[in-house]
T-cell receptor, first 112, second 114 residues
Framework: SQKIEQNSEALNIQEGKTATLTCNYT??????LQWYRQDPGRGPVFLLL?????KEKRKERLKVTFDTTLKQSLFHITASQPADSATYLC???????????FGAGTRLFVKA | NAGVTQTPKFRVLKTGQSMTLLCAQD?????MYWYRQDPGMGLRLIHY???????AKGEVPDGYNVSRLKKQNFLLGLESAAPSQTSVYFC?????????????FGEGSRLTVL
């Protein structure tokens, strides 16, 4: 069955450092991969999308890589800030949004 | 611009009771979805709709029903609540596109079934 794995352990980093989150998947050939941010008690918010034919995407301090051979995506936040503390969800999709599947998320804590 | 609005935000039910969660979106999106989120698990799709008057089953549809009578509204019903349905429910919407599937989520409805 299709499976997405994100590190279930929280990631603790110091302010100013680069946070790197990992998303691995099996039994799926996605057309695109998305990253969402979710704050406690709130709904997920879309951050970035990268398509299967793209290796890297950047948006401000965010960078996403997508390796369809390794079936892995890396999500980087450079110059991290305490405000970046949240849970980050990886999602895979193909076709319409109803084919999107989500990972359980990784909690990030950025200490001042 | 409200985006996606869910009501109620919190609800406590007894086993066997029924209830309806309401989702409204003001972005004129064709697609709407209901997910549940449980600790340690990813969001799981319950039901979805690709247009007014149409609905389809997702990954975990048992025990739930939905209706989409108006394009902007998507209702999720529990006819006979069970403790296993204790969860946080999220409604989402998206444009009709094959290439991105970007989802816009509501703030969630926390349901406890005793």
């Amino acid at each position: 069955s299709q499976k997405i794995e994100q590190n279930s352990e929280a990631l603790n980093i110091q302010e100013g450092k680069t946070a790197t989150l990992t998303c691995n998947y099996t039994n799926y050939s996605p057309a695109y991969l998305q990253w969402y941010r979710q704050d406690p008690g709130r709904g997920p918010v879309f951050l970035l999308l990268i398509r299967e034919n793209e290796k890297e995407k950047r948006k401000e301090r965010l960078k996403v890589t997508f390796d369809t051979t390794l079936k892995q995506s890396l999500f980087h936040i450079t110059a991290s800030q305490p405000a970046d503390s949240a849970t980050y969800l990886c999602a895979l999709g193909s076709g319409g949004g109803f084919k999107t599947i989500f990972g359980a998320g990784t909690r990030l804590f950025v200490k001042a | 611009n409200a985006g996606v609005t869910q009501t109620p935000k919190f609800r406590v039910l007894k086993t066997g009771q029924s209830m309806t969660l309401l989702c409204a979106q003001d972005m004129n999106h064709e697609y709407m979805y209901w997910y549940r989120q449980d600790p340690g698990m990813g969001l799981r799709l319950i039901h979805y709709s690709v247009g007014e008057g149409t609905t389809a089953k997702g990954e975990v549809p048992d025990g739930y029903n939905v209706s989409r009578l108006k394009k902007q509204n998507f209702l999720l019903g529990l006819e006979s609540a069970a403790p296993s349905q204790t969860s946080v429910y999220f409604c989402a919407s998206s444009r009709r596109t094959r290439n991105t599937g970007e989802l816009f989520f509501g703030e969630g409805s926390r349901l406890t079934v005793l």
